[in-house]
């Protein structure tokens, strides 16, 4: 954490600082020039996975995770195809990352359980990780950036883990881990390709096949690749047949880049409400794996992020972040139109949303459905201009949320008023009709609905 003379502030498990006076550098006389290697996940000699791996994870993790349900969504009739939702944020943290974290704290020699774990991660690996290694009583160490949540960063100190916050980005905080790492003799595990991270997560794919046989395809939101590579695997290996699908971020398409590239490279990130998936350069273990596996990947706006967001908690009931949500976004955005009439399985994988983030979510993703809508009418500043407005919107049947009056900066006649609404509406047609109905009364009308999404 960043203190008020610029130093990194070390925290520890309990939250109390380690280092006042003194940088992190200058405090663990850590070499945060160097670049450490990580063995498990070496570019020039990418490890893959294979189904044999994947099924090891599966009898190694049985009993320590959630089973999750694959259940057919009510939005089925809606997209015409038969939709069923692999709700891995059921897990007890909140995220599919419990697999991977599960294989890999299981499959650590008794010298290095003894000595503990490190990883660098903004939120979900590091839940998962800090509460498998609280149940397995392997000491982990997280090392968080300065932009992860603190709802996050609570987490994981309550399950007793050490957590680091240090680092503008998940490169810095990473760059961090892996040179205390090295110094204090722990094991980094990398959260989306680390050999048993990927094979831990492809557990989902064999509890899909399990649960839905007869699927036709599997859309699964892509980050730095774990994921998709362990579950294209299994799915592929048990059904060679279904078509796998990824998503990523119009704000984070690494995976793709790395695709076209034939290895990973760096990958320009911007914010997204799918954090999850913003990942700067994917997996080498990962890539390698899902070579071949992958059928299409497509690329998700993040209107339609929020509206999916929007979407599962009004029908599903389910709350689920970003990351976890854009599989449903490419549905809602049309670009599987090929799945018409098929049984598809939508992996919603996360469900840990920043609290003080998901009322501005809901917010975005109703303005993208048409359901929030923002405009300005000029009206007469004299007695019963503004009424007049208020009684055309309702008998339109909208409901007034938000109004403003502005008259310093009108360019027309001083007995004017520009009044700004933000309303509720049904839906975009409701929305449009109201539209109408104010150019049809009103000279000068300035009306915002998002033409992106719906």
């Known amino acids: 954490m960043t203190t008020e003379n610029g130093h990194d502030q070390n925290i520890n498990g309990n939250g109390t600082s380690l280092n006042d006076n003194h940088s992190v550098e200058e405090e663990e006389g850590l070499n945060l020039t160097e670049d450490v290697a990580d063995p498990y996940c070496n570019p020039d000699c ?7 791996d994947v099924s090891a994870a599966a009898y190694k993790i049985k009993g320590g995770i959630e089973k999750t349900p694959c259940s057919l969504s009510q939005m089925s009739k809606q997209y015409d195809m038969q939709i069923y939702f692999k709700k891995d944020f059921l897990q007890y943290t909140g995220s599919f990352k419990e697999r991977g974290a599960r294989y890999v704290l299981s499959q650590l020699t008794q010298s290095q359980a003894k000595k503990g774990v490190i990883a660098a991660s903004a939120g979900n690996h590091a839940l998962a990780l800090a509460y498998h290694g609280r149940l397995l009583n392997v000491p982990v160490t997280v090392v968080m950036p300065l932009s992860a949540p603190m709802m996050k960063v609570e987490a994981c100190k309550q399950q007793g883990s050490t957590v680091v916050v240090t680092g503008l980005d998940f490169g810095e905080a990473k760059r961090y881990a892996m040179a205390l790492g090295k110094k204090r003799g722990l094991l980094y595990v990398n959260g989306y390709d ?14 899909i096949i399990e649960q839905v046989p007869h699927l036709d395809a599997c859309i699964i939101p892509v980050g730095g690749g774990g994921l998709i590579a362990g579950s294209a695997i299994a799915l592929k290996a ?24 034939g290895h990973p490279i760096m990958s320009h990130v911007g914010q997204t409400l799918a954090d999850g998936l ?93 359901r929030l809508v923002r405009f300005g009418v000029t009206v007469s500043d004299r007695p019963g201009g503004i009424a007049e407005l208020a009684k055309r919107i309702a008998d339109q049947g909208v409901s007034i949320k938000d109004i403003l009056h502005e008259r310093a900066w009108l360019q027309t006649d001083v007995f004017s008023v520009m009044v700004r609404c933000v309303v509720e509406t049904r839906d975009m047609e409701h929305a449009r009709q109201l539209e109408r109905e104010m150019r049809k009364h009103y000279g000068h009308v300035e009306f915002c609905l998002d033409k992106t999404a719906v």
């Open 194 to 207: 680390h050999p048993h991270i990927v094979a831990g997560q492809g557990t989902m794919g064999l509890e």
């Open 278 to 370: 913003a990942v700067p350069v994917v997996g080498c273990n990962s890539l390698a794996t899902a070579e071949g596996h992958i059928d299409k990947m497509v690329t998700v706006r993040e209107s339609y992020i929020a509206l999916a967001i929007l979407r599962l908690i009004e029908q599903e009931k389910a709350v689920v972040e970003g990351a976890g949500a854009a599989g449903l976004a490419a549905i809602i955005e049309g670009l599987v139109p090929e799945l018409k009439g098929k049984t598809v399985v939508v992996a919603l994988c996360g469900g840990n949303i920043d609290t003080t983030a998901l009322g501005r979510v809901i917010e975005r993703g109703l303005a993208a459905e048409g």
């Open 46 to 52: 990418p490890q893959v996975i294979n189904f044999n």
């Open 238 to 261: 048990l059904k060679p047949g279904v078509e796998i699908i990824g998503v990523e971020s119009e704000r984070s398409t690494g995976f793709q880049a790395a695709m076209a590239a």
